[in-house]
């Protein structure tokens, strides 16, 4: 996998903004559960399930718009594996704040 | 500058039906190659190998001497149209122009009669036809050499599609450009190249009697 230039990264930023959807709404579902362990829960919802649904929606409803990354030379693996890692960075970190903030 | 590609031995089977056995192709700058075939013959399978966007069960492309396993993966090369809209629909026109252009000459892109006046509308906004005229013009003005476009008359008014033949033709100038589409008439018409997929094979036109002999049209559809 190639690093993306900074034209390319734009798009990159595109298409994991429109699988937040999904990952927001799998946290915040999870989270609800108990405010308690909020941070805790959303942040593993997001990186695990919301990950997960999001790139499934994208696969079965929107296959056709890896099209326009395609002809940006932006492979479908190059915008999973941002999407993935994006969301683990974002979840860990969620996880980290809201375990330190239960025990502080 | 004068660019080459060839798509060699390529080989495509679903649910152990052989769709595509062993096809060559050859486009340079300055051939319109038109790709006529009936229904599920492989035309789109084989834009997609050449593409990229599809494995192939086996395959080898070259572009100007190098090999390439996914030639999109390399800017400059090749773009695809596929028959579905790939157009974000989100985006207003303006902005999508900017995202595929770079940013360079946006203005006198959409100093068009039929984009200028939509260029802040969101994609979604945007009917079949214009949806269409916007993809074709965008490929054609990106600096890929190549430009493969599945169907791009489907859904387009005929004014639309004479616009785009003329936007096709200039185009060629400069770069090689391989289409399908089911307007048989329209493809034979812009094109300076044609051939058939027909049974997993190419069959290379000259005249639509070479048409009717591979069973493509009937004796009736001549004119």
Known sequence: MTIPDKKQLKLLAIFYKSTLLFSIACGVMLGALNFQIFFVAFGFSFLSAGTVISLLYKEMSKQHEYYFYYNKGISKQTLIFTCILTNLVIGILLIIIGSYAKHS | ?223
């Open chain 2, 1 to 223: 500058m004068q660019s080459i590609l060839e798509i060699d031995s390529v080989m495509q089977s679903f649910d152990g039906r052989n769709i595509l056995s062993d096809i060559y192709l050859k486009c340079e700058t300055g051939d319109i190659l038109g790709i006529l075939g009936r229904n599920g013959s492989g035309k789109s399978t084989l834009l997609k190998i050449l593409f990229g966007a599809m494995k192939g069960d086996h395959k080898f492309i070259r572009i100007d001497g190098e090999v390439y396993d996914k030639p999109f993966k390399t800017t400059g090369l090749v773009c695809y149209l596929p028959q579905h809209s790939f157009l974000l629909g989100h985006l207003a026109v303006a902005t999508t122009v900017a995202f595929y252009l770079d940013g360079i000459g946006v203005d006198a892109f959409l100093d068009d009669e039929l984009l200028g006046k939509l260029r802040d509308n969101k994609i979604n906004s945007l009917s079949g036809g214009e949806s269409r005229y916007l993809e074709i013009k965008l490929l054609l003005n990106m600096p890929s050499k190549f430009v493969l476009l599945d169907e791009p008359f489907n859904g387009v008014a005929p004014v639309m599609i004479d616009q785009l033949k003329t936007m096709i033709t200039q185009h060629s100038a400069t770069k090689g450009i391989i289409l399908t589409d089911h307007d048989y008439n329209n493809v034979l018409d812009v094109a300076n190249r044609y051939c058939l997929v027909y049974d997993g094979g190419i069959k290379h036109i000259e005249t639509k009697n070479d048409l009717v002999r591979w069973q493509y049209l009937t004796v009736n559809s001549l004119d």
